[in-house]
C-alpha cells in the first residue's frame, strides 16, 4: 500500500471503530439516552472551540447568510442523538446500529422525492434487500419480547433524522469550510437537545463518576475522534470507498457487543444483518453514481 494511503486507511479504521463504541458507551452510562446525547456532543463542541476561534483568523471571513445550514443540521442531530440513544436503552446494541445505519435508503428516497434524483435499478434491489434483511433481524425475537419494537422504531426514526443531517450538510458544505461547518452543527445540536432534555425532565446533573466519564470518553472518542478521523480520511480518498465501508461499523459493534455487554446475535440475526448490510451498500454504491436533478430555485 503506498505511504500516503496508508495513514488514511488508518484513519478510516479508526473512525470506524470509534463510532462503533458509540451504542456500548451508551450502556454503560447511567443516565437517559438524550443525556448522554447531550454531553457526548457539548463536550466536544467546547473542546473544539479553540481550533475554531483559530480556524476564524486563518480563513476568509464567514458569510453568515449560509449559517442556517448547519444550524438546521444541529436540529436533526440533536432528534438523532435523542432518538438513538434511547433505542439502545430498549433493544441490543448491534440492531440499533444497524437500523440506524439504514440512512442511505432515506437519503435517496427523499432525493427521489424533493430533489428528483433518478434513482438506478440497482437502488431497488438493495433497497428490497435491506428491507428483507431489517426484517429478519428485528422479527428474530419479536415474540420473546414485545418492548423491543420501541428500540427498533426509535432507531429506524434515528436513521431518517440523519439522513436529513447529511442532505442538507451536502448542500450546505458548498459554501462552508468543514471544520467551522461541524462546529456551528455542536452548537445548534447541543442548543436542541438541551431543550429535548428539558421537556423530557431529565436531569443534567446528579451522576456518577464512573458515568461522567463516560461522558467524556463518548465525547472525545466517539464525535472528536470518530468524526475527525473520518473526515480526514474522506480527505484523501474517495467517498466511494468511505461510505460503503462505514457500513461495516453494525458489523464491528456486534462483534463488540459479545465481550462488552454479553450480547450473542442468534444466527437469524447475523443472517439477516449480512443481508441488510448488503442492499445497505448497493445503495450507497447506486446513489453515489446517480447524477442529481435539482430543480432551479
Known amino acids: 500500500m503506498p505511504q500516503k494511503k496508508f495513514f488514511p486507511y488508518i484513519a478510516l479504521a479508526v473512525g470506524i471503530t470509534a463510532l462503533s463504541l458509540s451504542a456500548m458507551f451508551v450502556r454503560w452510562a447511567d443516565a ?11 463536550i466536544a463542541t467546547i473542546l473544539f472551540l479553540p481550533f475554531f476561534i483559530q480556524r476564524q483568523r486563518t480563513l476568509p471571513p464567514l458569510q453568515m447568510k449560509w449559517v442556517w445550514f448547519p444550524l438546521l443540521a444541529g436540529l436533526f442531530t440533536a432528534l438523532d442523538f435523542a432518538t438513538w440513544n434511547t433505542s439502545v436503552q430498549y433493544t441490543t446494541a448491534a440492531k440499533a ?15 427521489l422525492i424533493f430533489f428528483r434524483e433518478k434513482l438506478r435499478g440497482t437502488f431497488w434491489i438493495g433497497l428490497l434487500l435491506s428491507l428483507a434483511g431489517a426484517t429478519l433481524v428485528v422479527g428474530a425475537n419479536f415474540a420473546e419480547d414485545l418492548s423491543i419494537n420501541i428500540g427498533d422504531a426509535l432507531a429506524s426514526t434515528a436513521a431518517i433524522f440523519y439522513a436529513l443531517y447529511q442532505l442538507i450538510t451536502q448542500r450546505g458544505r458548498k459554501y462552508l469550510d468543514p471544520f467551522r461547518y461541524t462546529w456551528f452543527v455542536g452548537v445548534s ?7 429535548i432534555n428539558i421537556l423530557l425532565k431529565n436531569p443534567l446533573t446528579g451522576y456518577s463518576s464512573q458515568t461522567w466519564l463516560i461522558f467524556f470518553a463518548t ?9 475527525l478521523a473520518i473526515s ?15 457500513v461495516g461499523q453494525p458489523i464491528l459493534t ?18 439477516g444483518g449480512a443481508i441488510a448490510l448488503l442492499g445497505i451498500y448497493i445503495v450507497n454504491i447506486s446513489h453515489q453514481n446517480t447524477p442529481p436533478e435539482i430543480p432551479n430555485a
Open 232 to 246: 480526514y480520511a474522506l480527505g484523501h480518498l474517495p467517498a466511494s470507498i468511505v461510505s460503503p465501508t462505514l
Open 189 to 195: 445540536a447541543t442548543f436542541f437537545i438541551l431543550i
Open 219 to 227: 465525547a472525545i472518542i466517539s464525535q472528536m475522534i470518530g468524526y
Open 97 to 111: 446500529t444497524l437500523l440506524g445505519n439504514t440512512s442511505p435508503l432515506w437519503v435517496a428516497l427523499i432525493a
Open 254 to 271: 456486534a462483534i463488540l457487543a459479545i465481550p462488552l455487554l454479553g450480547e450473542i446475535p442468534t444466527l437469524t440475526q447475523w443472517l
Open 32 to 42: 437517559p439516552g438524550p443525556i448522554t446525547g447531550f454531553y457526548r456532543v457539548s
